[in-house]
């Protein structure tokens, strides 16, 4: 297989991005086009390496290696990602043109840019090799979900689940690049196939528990296992599209994909089966709670995402000897019916007007949408794995991995609790909605004229359900692992044995469950205690945003003391816990040297103390020029007369600058009358004190080897110039400098602005004056 098409794959939506960025307002209908178009396009890409990897072959592409970081960029193309990919751009095709027909003439730029930025983030995820490159798009579809969520930004729900999803989210993703970080300088690489071929030399490490429990923060936060499964039902605030997107085939589905990888590399450590197990089934039975507990169908649906994501989570936890029997047949599963609901929700709200189930269980829907109340069944029946469907091989599947690999009875429980409960919320779902007894009511706002594709989009997802169900042994041979052999026939039991039974037990539990629902409504949710702690973050922020407020909006002496004692203090407190007898050299300070530094420190140390004193901003700028000359005299007697030079031209250009300022900046002059601040002056003090002491602590200290001769060796071979201070510059901290270009531009940009409005003021007070 050439791996070369992997970055035309993965391009695709980025460019699709750009385009959609270029096209006219006027030409908006090819918004939704080019998000059909690309997509497509990329899933026939993606099928062209199916043949290639469905026997588990797996092809990489090395683009780059940091070997003394342990870090590259790097991709592969295996089963597992090969088919992620495929069920990324299929549902991007079907959700793109759901959207389209659901947003109607709302073509909104900023959704379909996203909607490709987002498409083409999980893409690369999918075809991820190594660690880094995992990260790097793991990072992107946090933002961009995170916008994507905040898309009807003007309601503070929405804001409110972005900012929720990204905090949850990102601080997972800092507890993932520290575990990447960890395990590359564990195992010298962050490649998913040597980190699988050197799983006993990791797991015997000491600090591989560590950096497996920073990774699974990463995949637990991103699929909302609990306890960081509430920011999934909140970010329901966003679109029915979104949501369907993000929740059935893509974002939630990163975590699941991360397990994938470091399934063969620590599935054999002590700590895998306890932690992800257990996870995964607890997640299972609270997600699943809440869901029955919802009367809003789309909060329902969210919180029953969370339970399947737990299931999924739990699969990868309790299977044993380096396989996950039918991995690929429970994402299907998941993704299928889960977008087709979603969907149908959208088209259902628009129909009815609600998606209150307490208002809808008194109303009759089945006779005015039959066809979208057949496939509300079907996907509802998908839910809990009922017969001729593909969803019974995944639950019969998931009992038997379960309840097999371990002799605890606790697992068991779990399962067969949060079973029932899916039962009792799927019934919940279909039968208070469609089998009310009165005609719905004609005083609640109904859209007319609702598009067909809203119900053919999801009506189309469903199929693949019944595709599994009814032809078992040829359809999903293909998505279980290819030395596995199914056994042919319907999706239903053949034999009474221990799997039937329970889960007759839990179907007769959830039918008995569903009819006490109303009465169970004083129960609370389990929302999880990191609420608590999510409030705690939230008052923390405003506090802190209050003292910065008025931090920033204080006197300005007031601000700059503040800052410079901080510094002072750290500077003072670096330099006594540094100075140790292993950091200083046994050297001289260079007192022979004195006497060429005698005149530029009496220039240096006389303008500062003058400085205090000086009675207006002209004597202020003048005293801090002679420093700043004495400095110069420093460079030039250490031999650097580039850095002299540089020194005199900043500091001439920054004081004709100040200067011409200050002439045309009015008001009171706080240099006058005031003379000398003590405060201010014990500041300064501490501030020059601490300064100078990390500066002297850092020309003393013992170093393993000098940087600047490795400046004068690389110099002129890779930078072909003999001035090393230019070559520094411009080539080994290039970045740098363009930095601080960047800096001075915009500052001189702030300056111009402010200039400009401070003249308009005076021209307006001016005007207003003559006409009075």
Not at 628 to 644: E, H, Q, S, T
Not at 750 to 759: N, T
Request: charged share 10%; glycine share 8%.
């Amino acid at each position: 297989m050439d791996t070369s098409i992997l970055l035309p794959i993965i391009g695709l939506p980025f460019f699709g991005a750009g385009l959609i960025l270029l096209v006219p307002r006027n030409r908006a209908c090819w918004f939704g086009r080019i998000a059909i178009l690309v997509p497509a396009l990329a899933f026939i890409l993606t099928l062209r390496c199916w043949p290639s990897v469905a026997d588990s072959a797996v092809y990489t592409k090395q683009f780059a290696e940091l070997p003394q970081l342990a870090l590259s960029l790097a991709l592969r193309a295996d089963r597992f990602g090969v088919f992620f990919a495929l069920l990324i751009t299929l549902i991007g095709v079907a959700i793109a043109q759901y959207a389209r027909h659901y947003f109607k003439n709302e073509n909104i730029r900023r959704f379909w840019f996203l909607l490709m930025i987002f498409q083409g983030s999980m893409l690369g995820i999918a075809f991820s090799e190594s660690l880094l490159t995992l990260f790097i798009f793991w990072e992107m579809t946090t933002i961009s979900s995170a916008l994507l969520i905040a898309h009807n930004f003007q309601e503070k729900s929405a804001c409110t689940a972005a900012s929720q999803a990204l905090m949850v989210t990102a601080a997972g993703g800092l507890a993932l690049l520290a575990g990447i970080v960890l395990l590359g300088q564990i195992s010298g690489t962050d490649q998913f196939l040597k980190l699988a071929q050197n799983s006993p030399s990791i797991l015997s490490h000491s600090l591989s528990r560590v950096a497996l429990c920073l990774l699974l923060m990463g995949a637990f936060t991103k699929s909302a296992q609990f306890p960081f499964h509430f920011w999934l039902p909140g970010a329901m605030a966003a679109p029915i599209p979104i949501s369907a997107y993000l929740h059935s085939a893509t974002m939630v589905k990163a975590g699941i994909l991360l397990l994938a990888r470091l399934f063969p590399v620590f599935s054999e450590s002590d700590i895998w089966q306890p932690v992800v197990g257990t996870v995964g089934l607890v997640t299972f039975v609270v997600g699943s709670w809440n869901a029955f507990r919802c009367a809003d169908m789309k909060k329902l649906l969210a919180h029953s995402t969370v339970a399947y994501l737990g299931v999924l989570t739990a699969i990868y936890g309790y299977s044993s000897q380096g396989k996950v029997h039918g991995e690929l047949l429970h994402i299907a599963n998941h993704t299928f019916y889960k977008s087709s609901l979603f969907l149908l929700l959208g088209w259902f709200e628009k129909v009815a007007g609600t998606r209150d189930i307490n208002l809808l269980d008194r109303e009759i829907w089945y006779r005015r949408q039959p066809v979208g109340a057949l496939l509300f069944c079907l996907a509802g029946l998908s839910i809990v794995g009922g017969p001729f469907l593909l969803s019974y091989t995944s639950k019969d599947l998931f009992f038997e991995i379960v309840l097999t690999q371990t002799s605890d009875i606790w697992p068991a429980l779990l399962v067969i609790v949060g079973s029932t409960l899916t039962v009792a919320f799927s019934i919940k779902l279909v039968i208070p909605t469609f089998l009310g007894t009165a005609e719905p009511d004609g005083r609640r706002v109904v859209q007319q004229n609702v598009s067909l594709w809203l119900l053919i989009i999801p009506g189309l997802l469903i199929i693949p359900q019944l595709v599994g169900g009814l032809a078992l042994s040829s359809w999903t041979e293909g998505l279980s692992e290819p030395a596995r052999e199914w056994s042919g026939g319907l999706a239903f039991w053949q034999e009474l044995d221990v799997k039937t039974t329970v889960k007759f037990i839990i179907f007769t539990g959830g039918f008995l469950l569903y009819f006490f629902w109303r009465k169970l409504g004083d129960i609370p949710m389990l929302e999880g205690f990191l609420n608590v702690g999510l409030r705690f973050a939230q008052n923390f922020l405003k506090t802190a945003g209050r003292m910065g407020s008025w931090l920033q909006g204080s006197h300005y002496p007031t601000h700059m003391s503040i800052m410079l004692l901080a510094s002072a203090t750290f500077t003072l407190v670096l330099f006594f816990l540094g100075t140790n007898g292993s950091w200083i050299e046994t050297g001289g300070f260079g007192w022979e040297l004195t006497p060429y530094f005698i005149f530029p420190a009496f220039l240096v140390i006389t303008s500062s103390l003058a400085l205090p004193f000086a009675p207006d901003r002209v004597s202020l700028m003048i005293l801090l020029g002679v420093g700043a000359f004495g400095v110069a005299l420093f460079y030039i007697n250490m031999r650097a007369p580039d850095l002299a030079m540089t020194q005199l031209l900043v500091d001439t250009l920054g004081l004709i600058a100040l200067l011409v300022v200050f002439h045309h900046v009015k008001g009171r002059n706080p240099a006058e009358g005031e003379g000398a601040k003590p405060l201010r002056i014990l500041v300064a003090s501490l501030m020059g004190i601490g300064t100078g002491c990390l500066v002297l602590l850092a020309g003393i200290h013992a170093t393993g080897e000098r940087i600047g001769q490795q400046h004068l060796d690389l110099s002129v071979p890779y930078a072909f110039g003999r001035n090393v201070v230019n070559v520094i510059l411009v080539d080994f901290r290039a970045l740098d400098t363009l930095g601080e270009v960047l800096v001075l531009i915009l500052a001189a940009v702030g300056v111009a602005a402010l200039l400009q409005r401070s003249g308009q003021s005076q021209d307006a007070s001016t005007s207003e004056e003559r006409r009075l």
